[in-house]
């Protein structure tokens, strides 16, 4: 209904009036106007709500945009607010659930989803939330139970793939893990993670001519990836060690020492040189924004095991060891078996501390 509308029916009203006579003017005349008022509160109803849609919809675009900003906590206040004037929204509560997650509460965003999932269970972008939740808190199990959930519905689902590669990787199945990120480099050949992945996978098992081939067409796909980069750094360090270390203290810098792995890279690195005041600033570095990580903090206790054993006995510098000049393809594949393992000793005794 529209001004126009009103307007002609009060313009008939008066007609009605002039055919009905003097006795029934007062009668007609009321009708006219509780049908024009009530048209008038009928459009000013109808107007407002189009008005609040509107209000709504451009908030939630916002908050949407700023999570691509990376403004998590302004894009939460939106989205709260919205939430706290409707809360069966689900799909404000979806993205409030995404925002959390990437503010680092992984625990309130998986809460938040499983109430999602209740109401919603087969939708597919909340279970590629909740694994994402999940694998965010290290928890590998349900994290994995999440993208085979995806994958049921979104079978060529490339990025399911590889997370699912990823989670298995975690938990010590590296076939399972190796079908996976080769399943994802078929569906994308230019998938620069998955094939990095690959190559960490293949170096578990001991593969590691393969794994340098996956390393290097990560790096052809993206010269910035990190992953690729620290593999190779592994792998170059004893005969290569200048390129290995631009190799790793990229891989950190990449990750913005956000992630504990290309660090304890580095320090791998530097200790294979005998660098080792080098290596403690690394990790020290390193510990000051992971102060509780156990891999952080065995690594400075390898670091100084090693430097005590350069010194001797006695305390006095040893002379250093010339650079193998043979692939060490079986030690840099024991590293990375060694690696997943104290990840999975680390893990265990975060999530079970001694009492």
């Known amino acids: 209904m529209n001004l126009t509308t009103i307007s002609q029916r009060g313009n008939r009203a008066a007609t009605v009036r002039e055919r009905a006579g003097p006795h029934h003017t007062r009668l007609i ?33 916002r908050a949407i945009a700023l999570i691509e900003e990376n403004r998590f906590a302004q894009a939460r206040a939106i989205l709260e607010a919205l939430l706290a004037d409707d809360s069966s929204d689900a799909r404000v509560e979806a993205y409030l659930a995404a925002a959390e997650l990437h503010s680092g509460e992984a625990e309130a965003a998986i809460a938040r989803l499983r109430r999602l999932l209740e109401r919603d269970p087969e939708n597919a972008d909340l279970h590629v939330l909740l694994g994402q939740a999940y694998m965010e808190n290290r928890d590998w199990t ?77 790096l052809a796909g993206d010269p910035n990836n990190s992953a690729a980069l620290a593999g190779l750094a592994v792998y170059l360090r004893s005969w290569q060690p200048d390129l290995a270390l631009e190799y790793a203290g990229r891989a950190v810098e990449l990750s913005q020492w956000n992630a504990v792995g290309p660090i304890r890279i580095l320090s791998l690195v530097r200790r294979s040189r005998h660098e080792y005041a080098q290596a403690r600033q690394v990790v020290e570095k390193a510990l ?18 090693d430097e005590q054993a350069a010194r001797g006995p006695a305390g006095q ?38 009492k």
Request: glycine content about 4%; overall charge neutral; aromatic content about 4%.
């Open 29 to 61: 005349d009321g009708a006219a106007r509780s049908l024009t008022l009530a048209a008038l509160l009928l459009f000013v109803s109808l107007w407002c709500s189009l008005a609040q849609a509107q209000s709504r919809a451009e908030k939630e675009e």
């Open 142 to 218: 349900p994290a994995e139970q999440e993208w085979r959930a995806v994958l049921e519905k979104r079978l060529n689902s490339e990025e399911a793939h590889t997370q699912l590669a990823r989670t298995l990787l975690q938990l010590g199945r590296f076939q399972e893990g190796l079908r996976e990120a080769a399943r994802a480099t078929e569906i994308n050949p230019r998938r620069s993670d998955a094939h990095a992945l690959q190559g960490n996978i293949l170096a578990s098992l001991g593969r590691m001519e393969e794994a340098v081939t996956e390393w290097n067409r990560a």
């Open 288 to 305: 000051r924004k992971f102060p509780d990580d156990l891999l952080l903090t065995g690594e400075l206790r390898l670091i100084n095991s």
């Open 317 to 354: 510098p040893q002379a250093k060891k010339p650079p193998d000049q043979s692939a060490p393809l079986g030690d840099v594949a024991r590293y990375y078996r060694e690696q997943q393992e104290a990840k999975q000793q680390s893990e265990g005794a975060k999530k079970n501390p001694p």
